[in-house]
């Protein structure tokens, strides 16, 4: 079983909808919850993070969390165009020294 | 601007040859990492320095090495006993030993000819 998984993709969506993406996580004692932006050919970017259960909103992201099911997605709004790119959902694991380890990636196509 | 520079952006290397990725940071970071990443796949973690003059191995050590002499600066060699080094490699660093917030350079792509 991979540690953190996501559906490889691509996910389509037409822009101004709600995109949703998943994740899952093996450790049930992680805490901390990442999401990463990757566009083609570049490095990853954060654009949220999340450590309580809940939902967690910064412009047109909102990150949730549900640690008893062990699941973390990221919902963007508005979808434009310019969202379509790699998403990487991270986590840190609670053992020794707290790794982040990557999920592979849902590549997010958004058209007009 | 603070950020992480890292150089070449793409590079050729024969089989047998051993190969530099320079990685610096003007962040006042105390954490740097080396992650490989192959096509659909996601970041691995090839080793790791939470401070000056250590470091440590990460999942896919085998075939690389690192020195962390000065704070912003962790280069990395792929050496000739990497069996597949094609690959990106991208350098990040962090504020803290435990943090997931990772900042990234611009990556460095290399081909084995």
């Known amino acids: 079983q991979k540690e953190v998984e996501q559906n490889s993709g691509p996910l389509s969506v037409p822009e101004g909808a709600i995109a949703s993406l998943n994740c899952t996580y093996s450790d049930r004692g992680s805490q901390s919850f990442f999401w990463y932006r990757q566009y083609s050919g570049k490095s990853p970017e954060l654009i949220m993070s999340i450590y309580s259960n809940g939902d967690k909103e910064d412009g047109r992201f909102t990150a949730q969390l549900n640690k008893a099911s062990q699941y973390v997605s990221l919902l963007i709004r508005d979808s434009q165009p310019s969202d379509s790119a790699t998403y990487l959902c991270?986590?840190?694991?609670?053992?020794?020294?707290?790794?982040?380890?990557f999920g592979a990636g849902t590549r997010l196509a958004v058209h007009p | 601007d603070g950020g992480i520079t890292q150089s070449p952006k793409y590079l050729f290397r024969k089989e047998g040859q051993n190969v530099t990725l320079s990685c610096e940071q003007n962040?006042?970071?105390?954490?740097m990492y080396w992650y490989r990443q192959d096509p659909g796949q996601g970041l691995r973690l090839i080793y790791y320095s939470q401070i000056v003059n250590d470091f440590q191995k990460g999942d896919i050590a085998e075939g690389y090495s690192v020195s962390r002499e000065k704070k912003e600066s962790f280069p990395l060699t792929v050496t000739s006993a990497q069996k597949n080094p094609t690959a990106f490699y991208l350098c990040a660093s962090g504020s803290g030993p435990n943090t997931g917030e990772l900042f990234f350079g611009e990556g460095s792509r290399l081909t084995v000819l």
């Open positions: 991270a986590v840190i694991s609670s053992g020794g020294y707290n790794k982040l380890i």
């Open positions: 962040l006042n970071h105390d954490a």
